[in-house]
């Protein structure tokens, strides 16, 4: 994850997404100061080597923890599929996303 200055700040820990809509909700980042939310509306860019996100420096610092149960954790199968966590995995060059229950 980079803040809007380029500077790295964590790793993709998961995605959250609103089920009912098929819709991606924000980002959990694993930073040094333990997990951290990043809302999809300060998301710029998803690329499949970086995301890019528009909050300052000064922003990242502040960031809450995640108060939801995460929705995707990473499977070692095989990576296929057309659902949303299929493409969230193949962009982040992880194994396949599972589905929690």
């Given at each position: ?27 959990v ?36 923890e995640?108060h ?34």
């Open positions: 994850m980079l803040s809007a200055s380029g500077r790295e700040f964590g790793g993709v820990e998961h995605v959250l997404e609103i089920p009912s809509e098929d819709l991606f909700d924000g980002i980042v694993a930073t040094d100061a333990g997990l951290r939310f990043v809302d999809r509306d300060q998301i710029e860019e998803i690329t499949t080597t970086h995301v890019q996100c528009g909050l300052t420096d000064e922003q990242v610092a502040g960031l809450s995640p939801a149960a995460h929705v995707f954790d990473v499977h070692p199968s095989a990576d296929f599929g057309s659902s949303l966590h299929d493409r969230f995995g193949r962009m982040f060059r992880r194994p396949h996303w599972t589905r929690e229950t």
